[in-house]
């Protein structure tokens, strides 16, 4: 099926899913006094595989048969896992603004890779450009201090974003890039489900025993709202819409992190770190816009 040009419900259904994600940190830090960023992982994966599970059961999707991508799916899962476990914990450490915008680095880590790993997707030099000025953002917001931020949780923010490029990678490197969208998905969560209560077993993270309001709407926010319900509407727009122009609005989620960490936690955002936001996007927008866009089954934001 030929993709369709934007139209109005296409824009605006994107824009909503957008500001859904750039609000989905300050939800997790809002949950983490009661429970903790391994079981967040967990816990919202759970959610997601019952609600996303249930959608492809309704519509006849054949994800439930052996293919051969097994392993592949496996993969994916362990080091989506791996990413929301190191994203979460990041936000015990440094503000929701900052953790946002680093993970939002992940495109930087998918283009380096896709140079040395994917022969048909060789970086233009104005990509390599672009890669240099994300770089430069990265690193003038590590360097530069803002209120409640930290080294370290800017660095666990940024590894999330190096294993979400790593698991971009890995489905479009590997025949997870011809399965349905729905199946790489639940792969991903899937696995999440099964191996995070392992690790918090494993790391001694408290079990959740006291859940307040604000935690269960946040847990049900993430796996009902984030991973059930936006990411199959996000794979439906990609299936239908020009992949190349929905990529535009993604650079809106770091924005409205930023925003979001404002308005609920009174985060500030310095001189420095605002540059470092303008060149993290400028960057992106110069790697991403001149690709080609990536299949569906690729792309995912992570919320």
Known sequence: MKARPLDAFAATLTFSLCVL????????????????????????????????????????????????????????????????????????F???????????????????????????????????????????????????????????GDGLALLGAALWGATTIVIKATPL????????????????????????????????????????AALLWQGVLVVGVSYALWFWTLTNYAAAQLSAFTFITPLVGVFAGWLVFGETVTPGFALAIALVLAGLALVTWPRRAASPSARRDPG
């Open 177 to 216: 890039r011809r399965v349905d969208p729905l199946k790489v998905l639940l792969y991903q969560i899937g696995v999440a489900t099964v191996v995070a209560p392992a690790v918090a077993y494993a790391v001694g993270e408290p079990v959740p025993a006291h859940l307040s309001a604000t935690a269960v």
């Open 21 to 92: 994600w750039g609000f989905n940190q300050v939800v997790v830090k809002l949950a983490l006094p009661d429970v903790g960023p391994i079981a967040q992982t967990g816990i919202r994966s759970a959610i997601g595989v019952a609600c996303v599970a249930t959608y492809a059961l309704l519509t006849n999707r054949r994800v439930f048969v052996l293919d051969g991508t097994e392993a592949a799916g496996t993969l994916a899962g362990v080091l989506f896992t791996a990413e929301f476990i190191a994203l979460f914990e990041s936000l015990r």
């Open 94 to 152: 440094t503000t929701a603004a900052r953790a946002t915008v680093f993970i939002y680095a992940a495109p930087f880590f998918v283009a380096l890779g896709a140079a040395f790993l994917l022969k048909d997707e060789r970086l233009k030099p104005i990509q390599w450009a672009g890669l240099g000025l994300a770089f430069l953002g990265v690193a003038s917001g590590l360097a530069g201090r803002t209120p409640g931020g930290s080294l370290i």
